[in-house]
């Protein structure tokens, strides 16, 4: 199950270890995770407060790989992660997407140095939700007046992509589901149209609208079959301006990109619960089995003593 994450772990932790050392380091460490993600560290014992930073990372969309690097939005969102400790390098050290300076004499050193660190730590998290963000903020006003409806194709992870199609008044994102077990297809599927009468009761309706459906939705004709095949249905979300506004589009963003994450999470502890069940009742059967055969054996023994 692969959850995303605002920050990495290993990321935070060697510059926390910058950060904190009594004495200089010497450091041209490689972190790879998540996939294809890889950071590179480096830091020199001459200069000990300044570290660099190289980040290659797949993107959610090839449309979003341009000649001169990032795009413009995603450069803005990573500047103002720590604008006083962060400064972009360009161009970016070869084979990287990204190149940070970071200046450790301008992080204070009382308790917020953590968090400081911790956005630092999070910036590839920043580069692929940037990269949603802006789709859902910019309509492409050209596509949606002539109608062409093209659906985007976002995958951050192997296996676990997600189609985006923008229309006039929402945007529908379609989640094509896929497991390898046939007792998760069971389970999902009692899920997803759990959700979907949730979804639609009155206390939820300002919620996006969820529906699920076994087959494609038309909106996908015309996608490569690898993409559509499945065994787990597709899961639809639709996404109006109401959603997007102010503080709910980041929390619009983190839930899209973790939706397979959480599935998969809610599966795995089902089962989890129906096995303890399932075990707990095969505990008390073979108590009471146990409990009626020793029951059993006492009229014997003093029918022999009678004898």
Known sequence: MACFQRESP??????????????????????HEFGSVEYHIQASASHPQIAYLSISTPLLHQE????????????????????????????PNEGYQLTLRLDFSRIPRKKDAGKMIASIASVQGVILSSQLKDM????????????????????YHPRELFFVIRQPEKITAVFPMRFKEDTDVIISTAFFQELMDVGSSKAFEK????????????????????????????????ITSRHVEGKRLEKTVWNL?????????????TRGFIQRRMRQRLENL???????GTEDEHPIKKKSRGM
């Open 136 to 155: 859902l903020v910019n309509v492409n006003s050209l596509e949606v007046s002539q109608g062409m409806f093209r659906p985007i194709r976002l995958i």
């Open 207 to 238: 919620a996006p609208r969820c529906t699920w459906s076994p087959i494609p939705p038309p909106e996908l004709r015309g996608e490569p079959i690898e993409d559509l095949s499945t065994n787990g249905g597709f899961v639809s979300f639709e």
């Open 64 to 91: 979003f790989v341009l000649s001169t690097g990032l795009p413009r939005y995603t450069l803005e969102m990573v500047r103002g992660i720590c604008p006083d400790v962060v400064e972009i390098i360009e161009p």
């Open 257 to 269: 990109l973790n939706f397979h994450a959480f599935v998969k999470y809610h599966v795995k502890s």
């Open 10 to 31: 290993a990321l935070k932790e060697i510059l926390l270890r910058l950060y904190r050392a009594e004495k200089p380091l010497e450091i041209d460490s490689h972190s």
């Open 286 to 292: 073979v108590e009471v089995l146990n409990k009626i």
